[in-house]
């Protein structure tokens, strides 16, 4: 498929994981990509993709940096068609109470603040092109607790409404906003978790709490964030699309498996 043929794309936290798959995947199907991370992972991305895409330094919280990554994209590829604002930090994983207001607001900065900037300075040059996509990237964590930092859970659940209320003050324009929502997924800012299990030989213990009973990886929540950003989800706005290999799908409990007897 090429569904993205000739079409203009900005990929943020494209230096790694899922923004750098999500990249590679965009420009095999066609588009010409602004790969933006404030890391020079995002000219590691580029390099391996070649010609269709453009590296850019930036910092997705900082509206000039925004604005400057609109701007390239007009200036090199006459307009935007996608934007896929992934970009975002963990913040570590201190409790309520021993988070402190600098790391609070740096992480509301990066992951609440920038998706608000995309949308802002991308949302008019997309609807000048007729209409096409922003896909903002918000976690299973912003659902309930029990899945991230307060901070994080806090901005991802920004997040999530962030992409309805964008959808319908864009109403008319042609410009869908989702949200793609990630479970445990093997990227740079989880690899912390993946080496600890790894090192203590608990790597089977690695999202066993999901039906799956295994992490996510980059390249599959590439291939939804590539469907949220195409025609295929042509009537699909202001959703959020969970992809979290079941895990938000039950509350705590004992679980029967498939083929076993209770006791």
């Known amino acids: 498929m090429m569904r993205f043929e000739g079409k203009s794309v900005i990929v943020t936290g494209a230096g790694s994981g899922i923004g750098r798959a999500a990249a590679i995947a965009f420009a ?11 890391s020079d992972g995002a000219d590691e991305t580029a390099a391996r993709i070649g010609e269709a895409a453009i590296a850019i330094r930036m910092d997705a919280g ?8 609109v701007a390239l994209a007009m200036e090199r590829h006459g ?6 604002a992934n970009a975002g930090i963990s913040g570590g994983l201190p409790g309520l109470f021993d988070t402190d207001t600098a790391l609070f607001a740096e ?40 899945a ?5 859970s806090a901005s991802k659940a920004g997040v999530i ?5 964008a959808a319908q003050q864009l109403a008319g324009s042609g410009v869908r906003v989702n949200a793609l929502l990630p479970g445990l997924t093997e990227t740079g800012m989880t690899a912390p978790v993946f080496d600890h299990a790894r ?25 939804a964030a590539l469907f ?29 498996d498939f083929g076993r007897t209770a006791a």
Do not use: C
């Open 107 to 146: 992480v509301l900065r990066i992951n609440l603040i920038g998706p608000f900037l995309a949308v802002r300075h991308a949302a008019p040059r997309i609807a000048e092109r007729g209409g096409g996509a922003i896909v903002l990237t918000a976690s299973v964590a912003g659902l309930r607790s029990g």
């Open 161 to 165: 409404n962030l992409a309805q209320v």
């Open 28 to 38: 095999a199907e066609g588009a010409r990509v602004i790969v933006a991370d404030r």
């Open 62 to 69: 900082d509206e000039g940096d925004v604005i400057r990554t």
């Open 148 to 152: 991230g930092s307060p901070a994080y």
């Open 199 to 223: 090192g203590v030989g608990k790597e089977d213990r690695i999202g066993r709490l999901n039906p799956l009973r295994r992490a996510g990886q980059p390249d599959e929540l590439a291939r």
């Open 79 to 84: 307009g935007v068609d996608v934007m896929f």
């Open 228 to 256: 949220l950003s195409s025609d295929d989800a042509s009537y699909v706005n202001g959703h959020a699309l969970v992809v979290d290999g079941g895990l938000s799908s039950s509350h705590p409990v004992t679980r029967q």
